[in-house]
């Protein structure tokens, strides 16, 4: 305990004025104190924040419009879709900050591009439906992503202080901590972009079909749980779960390829023009695809990687029993 707090610079009662933690141990590992932050670090969390503020509440306005006139309308499920992103883009600001997680930081950027798509198709091919909360979005969209992403990628590239806290000087472990680290974060990118594919079920608003319903009834729960489970078993190198992962992974690309062909069926047989939303599931598709390939190459780099160190960095008991601590192995 004394070494912890000299670590965080609690040299009060040698007479020496004490002076803010930059750094605090969380059941998760080591934390980031918004008093440890650099003021660039400040600047880009409060400029995300309200950028993500003002795309919830624009979206949410929209959303409560639609489910009062006509929850049939297929504004009711892109509105969903972008605030889910919206929360998405939040947590990898924040964790990635207070974590120092800067390949979050670099998924954070894809996930707005991400966003800025969805709204730039939706508002050039929904012609229909065009109203001034629609401009209004797209309008900050094109105009706060940009510097968003470039404090984004200049925050990241001064990350390493945590690393070396965690990981030590080791060459070795450092790697092996960065491989998690991506791991990790093509886990919660595919989360992303599973669960929005899901939600992209909902083509007709409210009214759908009994496939339409056990999509989302099975399909969210099911992939909260992968990502769980494949989170455990990199924290605590569960060499035995590895299998049972890629198992039940090889539903997602099943899925995607399901998606491919059923809108592409829609197509042939619809006289009309594609709805915006079936440019969206193709996009969402195509993003999830690669997101599952980069994912299950990142698996087996971390797997070859089990045993060699980085689990050993601590432990802690939980539920009456030992397990890893990993203080600050990417979560």
């Not at 707090?5 to 020496?16: K, L």
């Not at 919830?56 to 409560?64: E, F, N, S």
């Not at 202080?161 to 901590?177: M, T």
């Not at 160190?309 to 192995?329: A, H, N, P, W, Y």
Request: with cysteine; charged share 20%; aromatic share 12%.
């Amino acid at each position: 305990m004394a070494e912890e707090d000299n670590e965080s610079g609690d040299y009060t009662r040698f007479g020496i004025p004490d002076t803010p933690r930059s750094t605090v141990t969380t059941v998760i590992g080591k934390t980031r104190t918004w008093a440890g932050l650099q003021w660039k670090e400040k600047l880009f969390l409060v400029f995300s924040l309200v950028n993500i503020l003002a795309a919830i509440g624009l979206t949410t306005y929209r959303l409560v419009d639609v489910a009062r006139t006509d929850t049939n309308n297929k504004d009711f499920t892109f509105t969903i879709l972008i605030i889910v992103n919206a929360v998405f883009v939040g947590f990898y600001t924040f964790h990635g900050v207070l974590r120092e997680r800067k390949y979050e930081l670099y998924v954070q950027a894809l996930a707005i591009l991400l966003i800025l798509v969805y709204c730039i198709v939706e508002y050039v091919v929904n012609t229909e439906n065009r109203n001034t909360v629609k401009l209004v979005r797209l309008i900050i969209a094109c105009v706060a992503a940009p510097p968003n992403i470039v404090l984004a990628l200049l925050v990241a590239r001064d990350f390493g202080e945590l690393e070396f806290r965690i990981a030590g000087a080791s060459e070795n472990l450092q790697k092996i901590y960065k491989d998690a680290a991506i791991f990790s974060c093509w886990l919660k990118f595919d989360l992303q972009v599973t669960i929005s594919l899901v939600i992209l079920a909902l083509q007709d608003g409210t009214s759908i079909g009994m496939l339409q319903k056990v999509t989302l009834g099975v399909g969210i729960p099911f992939t909260l749980f992968w990502g769980i489970f494949g989170w455990f078993m990199l924290r605590l190198e569960l060499k035995w779960a590895v299998p049972i992962f890629v198992v039940l992974g090889l539903g997602k690309p099943a899925y995607y390829i399901f998606k491919f062909i059923t809108e592409y069926d829609n197509i042939k047989e619809s006289s009309d023009s594609a709805s915006v939303l079936t440019y969206c599931v193709l996009v969402c598709g195509a993003i999830a695809s690669l997101v599952w390939v980069f994912l299950m190459v990142e698996l087996y780099i971390v797997v070859r990687n089990f045993g060699q160190g980085l689990k050993e960095r601590g432990k802690v008991t939980l539920q009456g029993f030992s397990i890893t601590r990993i203080l600050g192995v990417p979560n």
